[in-house]
C-alpha cells in the first residue's frame, strides 16, 4: 500500500500565528484529500488537491504531486482551528485510500 | 454539516452481539465508503460501494460485512464483537468513482462511535 507520513505530530501555537503541516507518500496518488476533525470528532474536507495549489480564506494547501509531498498551510490561527489534521491519498494502482496519522493542533488564546 | 447521516450516533453493546449501522449518503451521491476509527489503528478504510456494487475492500474483517441498498442508503453489519471493535466508525460518500475508485472528493459523516463492553 502506500505510505503517508505526516509531520508534525503535535503543534502547538499562540493565536495569531501560522503554521504549516506537511504529508509525505510514498508513491503516486490521484486522490489526495486534507481533513480536519474537531474536538468533537467530525472529519471536515477542507480540500482536495491531487496536484496544485488551493486557497479557501486562511487555509491553502500546495500539492507537489512529482515529489510527492503536499502542504497545508494555516495563516492567522484561530483557536477553532484546534483539532486534528489527516491528509489522505488514494493510488492509481491501489484500491484503496489511505490516512495519514495526523496532525494535533492546538491553539492557545 | 456534511450532507452524509448516519445513525445511531452512539451505541454500546456486549461482546458477541451484532450491530447494524446505517448510513445515508449526500443527496446525488452514488458513493458510499465505510472507515472505522480506533485510537490503535488510526482511520482505516473498510470497503466501498458504489450504485449498490461492491467496488473496493481494504481492511475488513470477515466478521463485518456491509451492503449498499437501491435507494442508495448502506448499512455496515458487525457481529461476533469484540471488545478491539470499539471505535468510531464513519460513512462517506462521493458523486461517482473513477479510475481506482477514489478519485473524487469524499464527504464524511458524523460517525457512530461503538462501546463494545
Known amino acids: 500500500g502506500i505510505q503517508v507520513e505526516q509531520s508534525p505530530p503535535d503543534l502547538i501555537l499562540q493565536e495569531g500565528a501560522n503554521s504549516t503541516l506537511r504529508c509525505n507518500f510514498s508513491?503516486?496518488?490521484?486522490?489526495l484529500q486534507w481533513f480536519h476533525q474537531n474536538p468533537w470528532g467530525q472529519l471536515i474536507n477542507l480540500f482536495y488537491?491531487?496536484?496544485g495549489t488551493k486557497q479557501n480564506g486562511r487555509l491553502s494547501a500546495t500539492t507537489v504531486a512529482t515529489e510527492r509531498y503536499s502542504l497545508l498551510y494555516i495563516s492567522s490561527s484561530q483557536t477553532t482551528d484546534s483539532g486534528v489534521y489527516f491528509c489522505?491519498?488514494?493510488?492509481?494502482?491501489?484500491?484503496?485510500?489511505?490516512f495519514g496519522s495526523g496532525t494535533k493542533l492546538n491553539v492557545k488564546p | 454539516d456534511s450532507g452524509v447521516t448516519q445513525t445511531p450516533k452512539h451505541l454500546i453493546t456486549a461482546t458477541g452481539q451484532r450491530v447494524t449501522l446505517r448510513c445515508s449518503p449526500r443527496?446525488?451521491?452514488?458513493?458510499v465508503y465505510w472507515y472505522q476509527q480506533s485510537l490503535d489503528q488510526g482511520l482505516q478504510f473498510l470497503i466501498q460501494?458504489?450504485?449498490?456494487?461492491?467496488?473496493a475492500k481494504g481492511n475488513i474483517l470477515e466478521r463485518f460485512s456491509a451492503q449498499q441498498f437501491p435507494d442508495l442508503h448502506s448499512e455496515l453489519n458487525l457481529s461476533s464483537l469484540e471488545l478491539g471493535d470499539s471505535a468510531l466508525y464513519f460513512c462517506a460518500s462521493s458523486e461517482r468513482p473513477s479510475g481506482s475508485g477514489f478519485t473524487d472528493t469524499q464527504y464524511f459523516g458524523p460517525g457512530t462511535r461503538l462501546t463494545v463492553l
Open positions: 488537491i491531487p496536484s
Open positions: 443527496s446525488g451521491d452514488l458513493s
Open positions: 489522505a491519498v488514494g493510488g492509481y494502482n491501489f484500491n484503496k485510500f489511505y
Open positions: 508513491d503516486s496518488v490521484n486522490n
Open positions: 460501494y458504489y450504485n449498490g456494487e461492491e467496488r
